[in-house]
């Protein structure tokens, strides 16, 4: 099992929406999606992420609260802030929110918030949540400048889209890694939190955080469950972790 780790080592919170997606697929209620998010936790996870979205195509509402009073580490939400969204992190009390910009329609997050152009709207539902006393995270391209507009709405925290990187970094990780550097030196600046995830995986995400040391949080989903496949699920967490922990040497 995991080590001590020192206070500021990132965070690995495992997105379970995955093992969600396979119980809707058959029905039923195999796997159980309570039982591998405390699993997840035993095998060494920080924290556990869910996006429940208006379909309910895998984590459902119901899947909210029934883990909410279970789970040992930290509860982390994702979602587009519609007005079921907002009341639902308003009544599971979350120990944080990442609002992304996606349309209900979209199969992923494939892009960060245009926060200058949506401040107002995400300035209200910000202030709801940092009132309710939940960490609040904006989910942004690495942009310096959408990082700073992220701090004007009031946010605690933003999380890096990483798509862009994974993408470049087995042609020329210096360059993959320059735009995230440059946003998460503008976040220290204005003192906010620092996530990222979504695209980073076993491959890249030593180097990642090694490049950059004040990421707080690694939220990852895909990638962990695919290598979970081949691997297993307590040996990819361990990995992870061991990865996170080559990076902080």
């Known amino acids: ?21 396979l119980r809707n697929a058959r029905g039923g209620d195999n796997p159980n999606v309570m039982k591998v998010a405390l699993d997840c936790e035993s095998f060494g996870a920080d924290g556990i992420t ?58 992923t997050s494939n892009a960060g918030w245009n926060v200058n152009e949506n401040m107002e709207f995400l300035s209200d539902v910000l202030d709801q949540f940092n009132n309710a006393g939940i960490r609040t995270s904006l989910f942004v391209d690495a942009d310096a400048t959408m990082v700073e507009y992220a701090a004007k709405a009031g946010a605690d925290r933003v999380e890096l889209y990483t798509e862009p990187y994974a993408i470049l970094y087995p042609i020329n990780k210096e360059e993959a890694i320059a735009p995230f550097i440059a946003a998460a030196t503008a976040a220290r600046k204005l003192g906010m939190g620092l996530n990222a995830g979504h695209d980073l995986s076993l491959d890249n995400i030593e180097y990642f955080i090694r490049e950059i040391p004040t990421i707080a949080e690694v939220s990852i989903g895909h990638a962990l469950i695919s290598e979970a496949l081949y691997l297993g699920l307590e040996n990819t967490i361990q990995a992870y972790l061991r990865k996170i922990e080559l990076a902080n040497l």
């Open 50 to 107: 869910v996006h429940p979205r208006p379909d309910e195509r895998h984590i459902r509402r119901s899947d909210v609260y029934d883990l909410r009073p279970l789970l040992r580490t930290e509860f982390n939400i994702e979602g587009y802030p519609s007005p079921e969204f907002i009341d639902l992190v308003l009544k599971s009390k979350p120990h944080q929110v990442t609002l992304v910009p996606d349309d209900p329609s979209q199969i």
């Open 1 to 21: 099992m995991r080590k001590i780790q020192c206070e500021l080592m990132t965070k690995l919170s495992v997105n379970i929406n995955k093992i969600a997606t």
